[in-house]
């Protein structure tokens, strides 16, 4: 019982820490916002989204500040598992904000990019997906292994950068609508939190993105990449503290979800199904909804001078609505801007 008070108290203590730690770097950063090559941070961090409200993309620096901030000082953790979380966070974040201000939206998914670097074409996407996978491997080989030999300990290298890596790719495809990579991180990391091996690095992950949330919901801040892949890092992380079997099933459903993003809309699964819309709507604004269009104009798929739908025309309008990497409504519109600044719309790499 000792024990587990112990482990508790360290738990709490990380959780705020990292709440405490990530809603500080948020009030410096949006308070000043960083500029970049001469442009003024307002507009190297800011966009508007489907409301035409602005928002910031800061959340996600702040997320990857805090984090890294209170794992550095929360309790339980071993000074190798200190080293790989800032690795891992510190890593996918700084790819993700690459991508985030870099990134264009003509390639997307693994197949996109992969796509494009086959014809000689490296996108922001193809150096996020490669930099993460690296610095995956890079943080499960400062992480460790228990294992007694050097297969042993060489597997679970590989294994464990597999799941940091795909973690964080994971996590930016449910950055998708206010919240929602927020409250996945929660849901996943709770458990994580409840173990033995797990709680000291998920802590202040956790408390960091708990205390980002309202920011998110109330569509003033948004994760971008750079939180989001962060966070998925961090969990992914967390997840390797697991035993081998638990570690390859946890690789397995990863490694499925990422797959399966390629040819299925999350959202459109979530939106589908009662109780994941209740959660993904819970604390969000009620949807915008467009003016309706006068009655002279015609409407996407209809015949001009007519009204009357063109059925070729209208299939086609749907099938590219139902493609689960067409720009999402809830993401912000980036109007064209000079420099590095990119389309700020999370790219599910």
Known sequence: ???????????????????????????????????????????????????????????????????????????????????????????????????DLAGSASSRGFKGHLAALARGEVTSGAVKILGIGATGLAAAAVAGSPAPTRTGRAFDTLVNGAVIAGSANLMNLFDLRPGRAVKVGLIAGTPLALTRSGSAVVAAPLGAAAALLPEDLGERAMLGDTGANALGALLGLAATRLGRRPRLAVLAGIAGLNAASEFVSFTKVIAGNPVLNRIDMLGRRPAAVPAPAPAETTRPGAEAGTGKADPDKADSVKADSEKPHTEDAFRPAVPPQAGPVGDGVTDPA
């Open 1 to 99: 019982m000792g024990r587990g008070i112990a482990r508790s108290t360290r738990l709490a203590v990380g959780v705020g820490l990292g709440a405490v730690a990530a809603r500080a770097a948020y009030a410096a950063l949006t308070q000043r916002p960083p500029g970049l090559n001469g442009l003024p941070g307002e507009q190297v961090w800011g966009r508007t989204n489907h409301r035409g409200e602005p928002v910031t993309l800061l959340e996600g620096p702040a997320f990857v500040a805090g984090a890294a901030a209170a794992g550095l000082l929360a309790p339980g953790a071993t000074g190798r598992m200190r080293a790989a979380a800032l690795l891992a966070g510190a890593g996918a974040g700084a790819l993700g904000g690459y991508d």
